[in-house]
């Protein structure tokens, strides 16, 4: 399960400036959703159905007060490993996380995955206006 | 002979917010139509005339209350696989058939083929204009 | 010499739609001008100075009423193989022969050729304006 | 169903030169055997369980009396297009037939098939010793 | 923990030719061990300091009666996703497992593990001689 | 610890036209900050936490009266070397220490950092408007 | 129809050393033989039916007492041009015609040929063993 | 020392069709100014000092009555071999000499020199307005 | 001032089977010699004239009684990082610490280090003889 | 003309291991000899026939009693720049120079020169047996 409280912050170091941060993180991982229904899945019933899936991050943002913490994102993005979850959803859902965390000016939450059934996917979702 | 009634949708789970998916499919196989006429071929025309086409499909779309069904996408242009048709209908038969479905905002189908007689081909069709 | 009354068009099937199609045709070749004279060279003046240049045509175009068959244009492209040509005269050629053949709502041709004495050329010329 | 009698070759130009040609077929579609089961399928169970394959089949010989004539091959690989065959038995099946055919110095035969189910898969299979 | 009895295999088609299957898994994971001690992680544990580990495996072997199922394969390389386990064991393990359902004529496992700590590794184990 | 001082400037060659410059440094190294704390690092803490950071430092200005020396900004950039510092306020700190000496009309520095803890940062920030 | 009297040599200045010489022409044409047939196509044959043919020529040689003078080389592929001929018979006539000229100790001839008809032909022929 | 004077043109073949020409020249070298000193170098000054730049000019432009003869821009490039130079300059020379001798409609010039000391850069520079 | 000390090594878990490990280290950096003097060289020094070198180390082995750590092998590898070294001297001495600490079956050290004065050096050294 | 006396060695700081060195000189100019004759060129000459040549050497060798030192190389090099000389005798007068100054185990001269006349040609040399 996606837990957003592992996310931490620093104060920006140049607040009064509105330059641009991006972030990859090229080894996200979740399980598909057994049964088209989004739930935490035990090692059992990952073998029973619900498949790993597999793909890059990137997020893109200007900061405002605050600038996300590195080492906390990782540990926040490895929480969605066990989860199963649709892509919609995950990329929807990260975003809102750093929002509600990190209050930027502007964010871009790219969530890049590998072809499932011959059909590579790549979902896009922004929070506010890019200046 | 392509199937629509194939292609299925999911409720989007983010309506409010005007978010993009884009989808690759690098699979895609049709006929050439057989003496310039589109038609269903059997396997007999098809080693008489209509040779195979290969390309990749690209759609992009920013969804409104629906969101695409992958598997079923997959099926629907599994569907055009013994068909004989030329490029240009079969990217903007995809983008008619897709957004009779699903509705989306906006909608972009890319229909990017292989080499044939020493030219290469792409032909791009959208829906609606990108917010 | 060029001969564009092989060019031969199709009704577009979605006359409609500002739809856009682009060919690219990787083998394209012609002469240089013999002695900077543009004409048609036989064999032996082709060993005597005339040396074969080559390169990539890319055309990109939103058809109106009619659109470029592929066979006819691969027959038409070749139809400058022997032909003594400058690279300026010859992708605003291949646009004028394809314009008063399709009367597309807007076109551009660039022509990529290999290097020649150290330098690469491309020519880029279009007809109306893009929507 | 593969139709080895649609190939056909032609005398080798130079029969007393143990010269290697290759060829690279990238367009090969065949369909995964339903159930597990080898068969032809008809579009109707295609569209129930058998899914299409893709790959790339290269082939390297050496001639000794007949060369394979380029135009049948590629209508005999097309006969597969249809087929419910596995890897192992495409790429074993297609090395018998051109051996049967063009009774070569030496053959080898690799299929190249794209990913499924997150692995891809190469198989080599060859027909006497590489002089 | 590994489970190798997921492992299944289907009789050779040509068990008289020593043909040669290549299997690339791009999306092998599994868990840095926990204090340097090789164990099953909770997602507690993994939160606290057993990093996940990602990469590439790849398999090459001459079959001899059998061959491996590709599915299971797959289910197989899923089980170590929640495993804390070395580069080094998990290759010569995956080969030991293999090696004993399968009877290969010859075969090598590679794994190829993305960068940790500034360093890439690939560890290369094989079983038998290449004929 | 970063060392401004060594930055030094040439007059501009033509000042009246509003050109262009564009420098590419991928051998930047500094030190990621021990315990959080930007400092000195001596060897010795070096080898017990604070780990070395790379990247490439891009940078693109319009000069007005003056322009950036290239051996001078090597220095320059070389006294990071051994600085404990964080991404953001490295790229900040250039940025103000290249417009406080050479007064462009316009200027944008990006810190483009290899791969740490499995992410990957890069760093835009932004003096003036570009015309 | 192919020249081979274009060729033209120079004395190898260090014939005690058997060092070798690799050359790549990357712009060799010819047309496809009309019918089957291999002939000379005029302009208007070529229309009718003989299509060209693209590819790169390779070769590579240890020379003897002689080296291949290059513009010469380039004037004699140049003879190609309007020749309608079988990939297998130019790759062996180019070698027969460099090795008639040369005499090298050790001659390779490849002709990589373009896609035709969804199928790429790399032929190559030796003559003499390498040292 | 560079020389203009030998630098020609022809009549633009479509004078009344804004279109665009790229020379891509990827072979141009010159020396770096002896001490700081842009000046001609002997042989034997370079050998004390002054060392040897590479990189590629890169020509855009839209002619107006006139176009640029390529044998000319080539021969006018080589006159900067031996000769000192900065590379702000140098590209700044470069548009100044085409300008004064085409009078294109707009032009940019591009200098991308290889790397020195560490440092790649690009050098941009424009004439007139884009249309 | 190298630190061979620093090097760990833990038993290896397959010692009865000759496998291989590849260790890239792809952000090594040490000095250029002052003076051509090797020497550790002081902050002060560094900006005097012995220029930072960087380059990818890589390690091939195959193990015996020992495998080597990874991360005590990247602190050995830092404790370069101030330190003034030849590419051969540094190349043939992690060879000799290497061997020293885990005494190999076989082992191979690559230095492929950035162009410097325009001139690329990769440095390689072996010890004993691959089985 | 080239200066062999420019070269230089240093004493191998492990002359008893037979390890390699491999350096990559991306930037060897000299001239097209002008009429076929060897000879240095004045600047006029060259603008009159002689045109440049451009390439990479490549030196692989394995040392004995000596290195080559990189600068000394570099210049060394340099000293062709503006000598007109054929590819193959520069390629074996390298090889000579530096085994005349620095007496190698064995060694291997590549000039990878780029395309003249749409031919790119590579020589290759070696002195004594590589171990």
């Not at 509105?18 to 019933?45: K, M, Q, R, W």
């Not at 590195?70 to 929807?92: C, H, M, P, Q, T």
Request: net charge negative; proline share 8%.
């Amino acid at each position: 399960m996606p837990r957003p409280e592992l996310l931490e912050t620093f104060a920006n170091p140049h607040p009064g400036r509105p330059y641009e941060i991006y972030l990859e993180c090229p080894e996200f991982t979740s399980l598909c959703p057994v049964g088209g229904i989004e739930t935490d899945a035990t090692e059992l019933e990952l073998l029973k159905g619900g498949a790993p899936d597999f793909g890059t991050i990137r997020i893109t943002y200007i900061p405002d007060a605050q600038c996300i913490e590195l080492k906390s994102l990782k540990l926040y993005l490895w929480s969605f490993r066990n989860d199963g979850i649709f892509y919609e959803r995950a990329v929807n859902r990260i975003l809102d996380d750093l929002v509600a965390r990190a209050a930027p000016r502007w964010m871009e939450v790219v969530g890049d995955f590998n072809v499932r059934g011959g059909i590579k996917s790549i979902v896009t979702a922004r929070h506010g206006t890019r200046p």
